[in-house]
Structures are given as structure tokens and as C-alpha cells.
């Protein structure tokens, strides 16, 4: 019985952590649960915070704007300038009358050619005529006064020697002759004016030439000098050779020298095209046009080309600066002036301003203000503002 009762304890004491036993595994189970729910939450925090970011920068590519972008179109250093020009005479002379009368005849209408001394024209000039025929009458008066002088000086200076007369009396005989030989030479003074005046009453042509206008008619009254109505008698042109006027922006005017070639063209003669050289320049620029004036020769020895006629210059110069161009809507116009928006290497716009040169219709000619290296807003936005961030895409990359 003492080993029954022993045993009895024993077994009890290896049967009673049983239940310990069986509550573990739930106790796992919550612990796992507990954790997987854990790592759901903070992975549903990860997700909708990189949405939240996602959407962040989503916005903030959106706000800045995506611009494309080109570059300056270099020009060829040799430039064919096409200018407007008119032509003009070498030389011209409006011919106005010398004397005061009436015309009696005329020799030479408008589109004659004249050469150089031949007579135009005749007027008649009663009133000279006979001013001049005074005139003649009182140097003969003033003559025979001076000689008489002369004859009484030679008797009282014989007088003299011979201590007849006194050296006063001598004095103012001699005297008197001096005075008569002044009188006559004012006279004759007088005739070769008014001869002179009267030699004005033919007209002639100053040099050879073409009348390219007549402004008088038989019995025109004439008034000397260049005032009242129809003051030019005619008006004479030289046209062989004739001067062509262009005027050369400034930018060019350094490659543009006498010598330099040139060729017109005129509407009048489509596909024609006349040589001649750069004769001269002003050596000036023009403060309100900013341009040099420049005068081409060109040879017109049978006649074509016609005073006041409307031309296109070509003048081949070498042009010394970087030229560029760009088209119309690269370009900014706002108040202060044309603007280009420039993408720089921080990806952000600036405004430079640029200065335009000829127009060539969809693109025009940059002078100065930007680089030909530099990257140039294409179609850009008027809202677009110094600083400005942008996103850019070379013309032809984009989709």
C-alpha cells in the first residue's frame, strides 16, 4: 500500500501541465494576426503616401509648361543685297532767263538732244536795248569830256613852263582830265554790263544733254532770275551715264566701297539686268534711316534707262558680322521692343532683346542680341516671364 500511494502523486504530477500546454498555440495565432495586420496598415500608410507623392509631382510637371525650341539659322557671309533705288540725271540744270523780256521763239522742245553752246531759245528785250543804247551815248559824251580835259590840261601844263599861268590854275586843268578819264571808265563799265545783260537774251544749252522739260512759250513774259511762274525756261538732263541712289543699312555699309560691281533691274525690262560700279558713298550714316547713301554708275549710252525711273539694286558685299535668322514666331513683340525667349542651361526662359534686320516674309534677319548657340522659344507664350522654369524639346523630337 505505501508503494500504491506513492505512485499515485506521481502520475497526478505528470498529468497536470497538460492544459498549459494546449494554450499556446492561440495565443501564437493572435500574436501572428496582431502583426499581419500591422504590416497591412503601414503598407496602405506607403501606398497612399507615394500616391500622395505621385500626385505631387504629377502637379508639379504640370505646372511647368513644355515649350520646343530651336536654334538660329546661320546666313551665308556673302550677301546679295536686293535694294530699292531710284535713278537720276548725272547732271541736270534748270535754265532760268538773265534778262528781263519776252520770248520771240524757241529752238528745242522736250526730248531733244542738244550738245553743249547750241541755242534754245531767243527773247526779246526792248528795254535793255535801249538802256544799253544810252548807255553807249553817255560813254561817247564821258569820251568827248575826258578829251577836251585832256587838250585844256596839255595847254595850261605849256603855260606853266612858260610861267604864264599859275601852278593852281595848272593843277585843276589836270585835275579835270583825271576826273574825265574816271567818268569815261564808269561809262564803258556801264555799256559792257548792260551788253553783257543783253547777251542774255539768247539762251543756250550749259552742256550736252536731253530737254527733258520747256516751260515758256512765244510770247511768254520773262523775268531775270528764278522767281514767278514758269521761272525754269527748260531744264536740261545729262543721262550717260546715270547715277542710281540706294541706300544701305548700316549693318552692310562697311563691305560697300567704290568699285564694288552692281547690276539694276527695272520693271520696264523684265529679265534685263544693267551693269555699272559703286561710284561713290556718302561716308555717312544716316541718323533717321540709319543707312549710307550710295550712288552706282551705270553706262546708258543708247538711252533705255530714264531719269526718276524706280529700280532694284543687287550689290554682292561680304558681310564682316555673324548673321542669323530666325522665324517670325520665335519672337516676342511687346512694348519695349522685340523680345526672344531663350532657354538657358538651367532650364529656365530668358528675355533678350534683339534687333531685326531685313524681313524675309516667314523668317527675318537677326542683327544682334542673341548667339547662334543659343536655344530659342518656338511659338512661346505671351505669358511667359523672365526666370520662368520650362520643359524643352527640340523641334522635331517631340511626339
Known amino acids: 500500500m505505501t508503494q500504491e500511494s506513492i505512485s499515485v502523486p506521481e502520475s497526478r504530477t505528470e498529468t497536470s501541465p497538460q492544459p498549459a500546454s494546449r494554450k499556446k498555440p492561440g495565443f501564437l495565432g493572435i500574436g501572428i494576426i496582431a502583426l499581419l495586420l500591422l504590416v497591412g496598415a503601414a503598407m496602405a500608410f506607403a501606398l497612399r503616401l507615394g500616391e500622395r507623392r505621385a500626385l505631387a509631382n504629377e502637379t508639379e510637371v504640370l505646372a511647368v509648361p513644355s515649350v520646343i525650341v530651336i536654334q538660329p539659322k546661320l546666313e551665308s557671309p556673302e550677301q546679295g543685297l536686293v535694294l530699292p533705288s531710284s535713278l537720276e540725271a548725272y547732271t541736270q540744270s534748270?535754265?532760268?532767263?538773265r534778262t528781263n523780256g519776252y520770248v520771240a521763239r524757241w529752238y528745242k522742245d522736250i526730248g531733244s538732244h542738244v550738245e553743249k553752246g547750241q541755242l534754245l531759245a531767243d527773247i526779246d528785250t526792248p528795254e535793255v536795248d535801249q538802256q544799253l543804247q544810252q548807255a553807249r551815248a553817255a560813254r561817247s559824251q564821258a569820251e568827248a569830256q575826258m578829251n577836251l580835259a585832256k587838250t585844256s590840261a596839255d595847254r595850261w601844263e605849256t603855260l606853266r613852263k612858260m610861267d604864264a599861268v599859275a601852278q593852281q590854275e595848272a593843277d585843276?586843268?589836270?585835275?579835270?582830265?583825271?576826273?574825265?578819264?574816271?567818268?569815261?571808265?564808269?561809262?564803258?563799265?556801264?555799256?559792257?554790263?548792260?551788253?553783257?545783260?543783253?547777251?542774255?537774251?539768247?539762251?543756250?544749252?550749259?552742256?550736252?544733254?536731253?530737254?527733258?522739260?520747256?516751260?515758256?512759250?512765244?510770247?511768254?513774259?520773262?523775268?531775270?532770275?528764278?522767281?514767278?511762274?514758269?521761272?525754269?525756261?527748260?531744264?536740261?538732263?545729262?543721262?550717260?551715264?546715270?547715277?542710281?541712289?540706294?541706300?544701305?543699312?548700316?549693318?552692310?555699309?562697311?563691305?560697300?566701297?567704290?568699285?564694288?560691281?552692281?547690276?539694276?533691274?527695272?520693271?520696264?525690262?523684265?529679265?534685263?539686268?544693267?551693269?555699272?560700279?559703286?561710284?561713290?558713298?556718302?561716308?555717312?550714316?544716316?541718323?533717321?534711316?540709319?543707312?549710307?547713301?550710295?550712288?552706282?554708275?551705270?553706262?546708258?549710252?543708247?538711252?533705255?534707262?530714264?531719269?526718276?525711273?524706280?529700280?532694284?539694286?543687287?550689290?554682292?558685299?561680304?558681310?564682316?558680322?555673324?548673321?542669323?535668322?530666325?522665324?517670325?514666331?520665335?519672337?516676342?513683340?511687346?512694348?519695349?521692343?522685340?523680345?526672344?525667349?531663350?532657354?538657358?542651361?538651367?532650364?529656365?526662359?530668358?528675355?533678350?532683346?534683339?534687333?531685326?534686320?531685313?524681313?524675309?516674309?516667314?523668317?527675318?534677319?537677326?542683327?544682334?542680341?542673341?548667339?547662334?548657340?543659343?536655344?530659342?522659344?518656338?511659338?512661346?507664350?505671351?505669358?511667359?516671364?523672365?526666370?520662368?522654369?520650362?520643359?524643352?524639346?527640340?523641334?522635331?523630337?517631340?511626339?
Not at 94 to 97: D, E, G, S, T
Not at 356 to 376: A, K, N, Q
Request: net charge negative; no cysteine; charged share 20%.
Open 172 to 399: 585843276e586843268r589836270s585835275s579835270g582830265y583825271t576826273q574825265g578819264q574816271a567818268a569815261l571808265a564808269s561809262a564803258a563799265a556801264n555799256v559792257r554790263r548792260l551788253e553783257q545783260t543783253e547777251s542774255f537774251k539768247h539762251i543756250y544749252a550749259p552742256f550736252s544733254g536731253v530737254i527733258t522739260r520747256r516751260n515758256t512759250d512765244i510770247g511768254a513774259l520773262i523775268n531775270a532770275g528764278n522767281s514767278g511762274s514758269n521761272q525754269e525756261l527748260f531744264v536740261v538732263a545729262k543721262i550717260n551715264p546715270i547715277r542710281v541712289y540706294v541706300d544701305v543699312p548700316e549693318i552692310y555699309a562697311p563691305s560697300v566701297r567704290p568699285g564694288l560691281s552692281a547690276t539694276i533691274e527695272l520693271p520696264a525690262f523684265p529679265g534685263q539686268h544693267f551693269s555699272g560700279s559703286v561710284a561713290r558713298t556718302a561716308e555717312s550714316i544716316d541718323p533717321t534711316t540709319r543707312t549710307l547713301r550710295t550712288e552706282i554708275d551705270v553706262p546708258n549710252n543708247d538711252g533705255k534707262l530714264f531719269p526718276g525711273s524706280y529700280a532694284q539694286a543687287h550689290i554682292g558685299v561680304k558681310v564682316a558680322t555673324t548673321r542669323m535668322s530666325v522665324p517670325v514666331n520665335a519672337l516676342l513683340f511687346r512694348a519695349e521692343g522685340p523680345r526672344a525667349a531663350v532657354v538657358g542651361a538651367d532650364g529656365k526662359v530668358h528675355l533678350k532683346a534683339v534687333v531685326i534686320g531685313r524681313d524675309y516674309g516667314t523668317d527675318v534677319e537677326i542683327l544682334s542680341g542673341i548667339d547662334p548657340s543659343e536655344s530659342i522659344v518656338l511659338n512661346p507664350s505671351d505669358s511667359l516671364e523672365e526666370g520662368q522654369p520650362v520643359h524643352a524639346t527640340r523641334e522635331g523630337n517631340h511626339s
Open 94 to 97: 534748270p535754265i532760268y532767263a
